[in-house]
């Protein structure tokens, strides 16, 4: 299942990609994409609209939705978009029962005014949520028809922390933000819809993320700073230690000469380019593992199915999570940014022994 996210034209492309991104961070069934903004001159071409797009500021539902069908047409050849396919349209263009968003069958309008008022936070977290939400009442099929929606069971009148609360007033919106739950009864409503555990399970992960975002943190009361890392003789092997931490990271050879490599290799190295840097790792393996087995650092660097490099960069995370805690972690944890492999740590905080 693909989920077209797109904008109309006044929405900058920067707060769209960081709604696609965030969506796209946790895998699973539904596949987000991206569709470009369709330009005022062509939406003013093929809408029917009583004045110029650029002038308008509020649109009825059914404009909203005649919209979407158009986004829908405009890139069903270059795209492929399917009847089945979701196609989003965020948008700053006010709706005339300002609601946050709505859905009619498989599009979808969202309302991304306001969101940094509401949650405190990056609007992308709001406006994704809104996504989410539409989706899953979609394919929940909840009856959202006005007239009908005061009688559909699983719209919460009252705020639970739901995914479904109608949140009348605006305010709660921030409630079930914060649960992200979805309770026992509206589980069911989707799962006798047809929908699988596994759409259910990505969209609760998203939402949990998303609520990971928003909660208050300790962290924001002040800044911390990342504690000094050493690699230095333990006797006669090279070990790793961070300030404050009692103890040697339990990382096995292998894992130690990877994770001094990136150490001296801040600026990042992308995993099949491992192979072009095979003299300092070799260098570094066999004074970390003297007597070490070539064969070993080789797997490592292989690319394909039997490459270790994706076990060693997991063991070394883990070793990472396990000594230092979900704060301090993030500033030591190897991870993939722009393309390459990296730890996002200043010079100023890594002292190597010389003989590495
Ligand atoms: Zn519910």
């Known amino acids: 299942m693909k989920v077209y996210v797109t904008s109309t034209p006044e ?12 969506l796209s961070s946790v895998a699973g069934p539904i596949k987000f994409k991206q569709l470009p903004s369709m330009s005022y001159e062509a939406i003013n071409t093929f809408v029917e609209l009583d004045e110029s797009f650029e ?17 829908r047409r405009y ?16 948008t700053s263009i ?8 709505s859905f009619r069958g498989n599009d979808i309008f969202v309302d991304i005014n306001d969101w940094e008022d509401y949650t405190g936070k990056n609007p ?23 007239g009908e929606v005061e009688s559909e069971p699983n719209v919460h009148w009252t705020s639970i922390g739901c995914i479904n609360d109608m949140c009348q007033n605006k305010k709660d919106i921030i409630l079930k933000l914060r649960t992200g739950d979805i309770c026992d009864s509206c589980q069911n409503r989707f799962l006798d819809a047809g929908n699988s555990i ?14 990971k975002g928003l909660v208050r943190k300790f962290t ?26 009692e103890k040697p990271i339990s990382f096995e050879a292998l894992a130690r000469t990877l994770y001094v490599f990136y150490l001296k290799n801040l600026d990042g190295v992308n995993q099949y380019d491992l192979k072009n840097n095979y003299g300092q790792l070799k260098d570094l393996y066999f004074k970390i593992r003297r007597g070490g087995d070539e064969a070993t650092l080789e797997n490592l660097i292989v690319i394909g199915g039997n490459s270790t490099f994706y076990k060693e960069v997991n063991y070394i995370n883990k070793a990472l999570n396990e000594a230092l805690g979900e704060v301090l972690v993030e500033f030591y944890l190897l991870q993939k940014v722009d393309n390459v492999y990296k730890i996002s740590l200043g010079e100023e905080y890594i002292s190597i022994d010389k003989e590495l």
């Open 55 to 71: 002038n308008i500021r509020t649109m009825s539902f059914d404009g909203l939705f005649e919209l979407c069908k158009t986004y």
């Open 220 to 245: 924001e009361k002040g800044d911390i700073s990342p504690k000094k890392i050493e690699v230095r003789k333990d006797g006669k092997v090279y070990k790793v230690f961070i300030e404050g931490v």
């Open 94 to 101: 006010r709706n005339e029962h300002k609601w946050f968003s």
């Open 198 to 211: 596994e759409i259910g399970t990505q969209i609760q992960s998203n939402i949990e993320n998303i609520r």
């Open 75 to 90: 890139y069903l050849q270059s795209e492929g978009i399917t009847k089945d396919d979701y196609v989003v349209i965020l």
């Open 11 to 22: 929405v900058e492309k920067n707060e769209v990609d960081d709604v696609v991104d965030l």
């Open 124 to 146: 992308m977290y709001g406006i994704a949520y809104q996504v989410l939400e539409n989706i899953f009442q979609s394919l929940m099929k909840l009856n959202i028809q006005l």
